[in-house]
């Protein structure tokens, strides 16, 4: 009897024990995450990301992180940086939106258009609204079709035309 005591209370510890680590993680990467918040709203972007970083070390599995991550590395202008974090967040959370968003922006910017255009599709299934998704889904169809205009031209050595195409196709820059 006294050793099945001695296990009950064993367990207990340990698992008060694994309840105050994790409380102390929790704390501390939301600690990491309103340093980074600070930082970016201030334009210190290496100091945001070293934030961010830090939060991820301490938990892998926070979607927001990742995101905020990205969002830092898309005004630092490392725009393929942000990827592999945009990706992490749509395994996290297939559902949202924004990071949905984002990455096709990307995508687009890639030449991704099947990809992008799955991507935009998917916020459309929460968002059936989203005014600016329905017109990244219809600039995908005119660049898929310059594109096609495009290699038509280089194909038949018009290369004046074939350059006018692509130079009209290139995505106007964004803010990041």
């Given at each position: 009897m006294r050793e099945v005591i001695s296990r009950i209370a064993s367990f207990y510890f340990i698992g008060l024990?694994?309840?105050i680590v994790i409380a102390d993680t929790a704390k501390e990467v939301e600690k990491h995450l309103e340093l980074g918040k600070q930082?970016?709203?201030?334009?210190?972007?290496?100091?945001?990301?070293?934030q961010?970083?830090?939060?991820?070390?301490?938990?892998?599995?926070?979607?927001?992180?990742?995101?905020?991550?990205a969002t830092v590395l898309l005004a630092s202008g490392k725009v393929k940086a942000a990827l592999p974090d945009l990706d992490k967040?749509?395994?996290?959370?297939?559902?949202?939106?924004a990071a949905l968003t984002?990455?096709?922006?990307?995508?687009?910017k890639q030449g991704?258009?099947?990809?992008?255009?799955?991507?935009?599709?998917?916020?459309l299934k929460t968002d059936s609204?989203?005014?600016?998704?329905?017109?990244?889904?219809?600039?995908?169809d005119q660049l898929r079709e310059w594109t096609k205009q495009a290699?038509?031209?280089f194909e038949n050595d018009d290369f004046h035309n074939a350059e006018a195409l692509l130079d009209k196709s290139k995505m106007p820059s964004s803010s990041w």
């Open positions: 024990y694994i309840n930082y970016l709203a201030k334009g210190q972007f290496p100091e945001a990301l070293q961010y970083h830090a939060a991820i070390e301490l938990d892998p599995t926070n979607y927001q992180t990742y995101y905020r991550r967040v749509v395994e996290l959370k297939p559902d949202f939106t984002q990455r096709g922006n990307l995508l687009i991704k258009f099947d990809e992008a255009a799955a991507d935009f599709k998917k916020v609204n989203n005014s600016e998704v329905k017109e990244k889904l219809t600039l995908i290699d038509y031209y």
